[in-house]
């Protein structure tokens, strides 16, 4: 035979050498999650290892990634429901739990970039990512623009560095962007959530913020799952509107979609690991039914692979603290 691909496999350094796509920990994004209280630890049984933290242990987290090489974080809060009403009333609040954060966070991590979450859900008592009719159980988009509009404003003045708008309303990324460029924020970064699927896979990060529709599903916001062509489509008008970062969510089912988008724009591509892909991970690594960390690389590594330029994933510290001691 002349020709015999296993040449290039026959070496551990011949392999290293033809390798085409890396991992590393400065692709990751860690999202984490924040609740009122001081020395709060609160395990999510949905997600092991995943844990509501209030502020001082927020911050201790970060430091902790930090030193593994992951220097962007992704913030959820987890909002009182005596806080939640229909109008999202407390994502207005400058001194809201996210804020507080943010502002802390900044002060003694100047350097960690933040990724602020833009939508209703957590804040509404409906648990629908923008405003509700309640006569007609309709979501209205143009009203949830203004509310997006200036939770944007208070990310930003808390320290934000990105804004992730995750609602899927239309004309929310040119609203925001306007919203920021009339602020002076004028560089802040937008992730826009381009490709956002009515997916099966989100259920343990509800249960994490206590943030599933009250009624209905999100079907009519949240893309559906058998198509392609309408990302693309969703990935233009974001680019048209001033996004800078386009995002698909969820990851290992739609790396498709991953590669579709790389292959359409210039702008960096994210994929989210989401708490779905997450739970299946370890529920089979706990079961012994796989090898955890081995099937969490190479996952990792399928969204690298795909095209994304970054993955916002649970997995960011014990991902990068393997990595660190080995290569994949």
């Given at each position: 035979m002349?020709?015999?691909?296993?040449r290039?496999?026959?070496?551990?350094?011949?392999?290293?050498?033809?390798?085409?796509?890396y991992?590393?920990?400065n692709?990751?994004?860690a999202?984490?999650?924040v609740k009122?209280?001081?020395?709060q630890?609160?395990a999510?049984?949905s997600?092991?290892g995943?844990?509501?933290?209030s502020?001082d242990?927020?911050?201790?987290?970060?430091?902790e990634?930090?030193?593994?090489?992951?220097?962007?974080?992704?913030?959820?809060?987890v909002?009182?429901?005596?806080?939640?009403?229909?109008?999202?009333?407390?994502?207005?609040?400058?001194?809201?739990?996210?804020?507080?954060?943010?502002r802390?966070?900044?002060?003694k991590f100047?350097?960690?970039?933040?990724?602020?979450?833009?939508?209703?859900?957590?804040?509404?008592?409906d648990?629908?990512?923008?405003?509700?009719?309640?006569?007609?159980?309709k979501?209205?988009?143009d009203p949830?623009?203004?509310v997006?509009?200036?939770?944007?404003l208070v990310?930003?003045?808390?320290?934000a560095d990105i804004?992730g708008?995750?609602?899927?309303m239309?004309?929310?990324?040119?609203?925001?962007?306007?919203?920021?460029?009339?602020?002076?924020?004028?560089?802040?970064?937008i992730?826009?959530?381009?490709?956002?699927y009515?997916?099966?896979?989100?259920?343990p990060?509800?249960?994490a913020l206590?943030?599933?529709?009250?009624?209905?599903?999100?079907k009519?916001?949240?893309?559906?799952?058998?198509?392609?062509?309408?990302?693309?489509?969703?990935a233009?008008l974001?680019e048209?509107?001033?996004?800078?970062?386009?995002m698909?969510?969820?990851?290992l089912p739609?790396?498709?979609?991953?590669?579709?988008?790389?292959?359409?724009?210039?702008?960096?591509?994210?994929?989210y690991?989401?708490?779905?892909?997450?739970?299946?991970?370890?529920?089979?690594?706990?079961?012994g039914?796989?090898d955890?960390?081995?099937a969490?690389l190479?996952?990792?590594?399928?969204?690298?692979?795909a095209g994304?330029?970054?993955?916002?994933?649970?997995?960011a510290?014990?991902a990068?603290?393997l990595?660190?001691?080995t290569k994949?």
């Amino acid at each position: 035979m002349l020709i015999r691909p296993r040449r290039l496999r026959s070496q551990p350094y011949l392999r290293d050498l033809v390798q085409e796509t890396y991992l590393k920990p400065n692709h990751f994004i860690a999202p984490l999650f924040v609740k009122e209280g001081t020395s709060q630890k609160e395990a999510i049984s949905s997600m092991p290892g995943v844990y509501r933290l209030s502020l001082d242990l927020l911050l201790k987290e970060v430091e902790e990634l930090r030193q593994v090489g992951v220097q962007t974080i992704a913030l959820f809060p987890v909002v009182e429901n005596h806080l939640k009403d229909a109008k999202a009333s407390e994502a207005l609040n400058p001194n809201n739990l996210n804020a507080r954060a943010m502002r802390a966070i900044k002060e003694k991590f100047p350097e960690t970039i933040i990724m602020a979450d833009v939508a209703l859900d957590p804040y509404s008592s409906d648990g629908h990512d923008g405003i509700v009719d309640h006569k007609t159980g309709k979501i209205l988009n143009d009203p949830t623009l203004e509310v997006l509009q200036k939770m944007s404003l208070v990310h930003a003045r808390a320290g934000a560095d990105i804004i992730g708008p995750s609602d899927m309303m239309d004309g929310r990324v040119r609203s925001i962007r306007e919203a920021l460029e009339e602020e002076g924020f004028h560089e802040t970064v937008i992730m826009s959530y381009t490709a956002k699927y009515a997916s099966a896979f989100y259920g343990p990060f509800r249960d994490a913020l206590d943030s599933a529709p009250k009624f209905g599903d999100k079907k009519t916001y949240q893309m559906n799952p058998a198509n392609i062509r309408e990302a693309l489509r969703e990935a233009v008008l974001d680019e048209e509107e001033g996004a800078d970062i386009l995002m698909v969510k969820p990851g290992l089912p739609y790396l498709d979609v991953v590669k579709a988008l790389k292959d359409s724009t210039h702008l960096p591509i994210a994929a989210y690991n989401v708490s779905g892909e997450y739970a299946m991970i370890k529920a089979a690594g706990e079961r012994g039914w796989i090898d955890e960390n081995r099937a969490m690389l190479e996952m990792l590594l399928s969204f690298r692979r795909a095209g994304a330029d970054m993955i916002l994933t649970y997995f960011a510290k014990q991902a990068a603290r393997l990595l660190n001691e080995t290569k994949f």
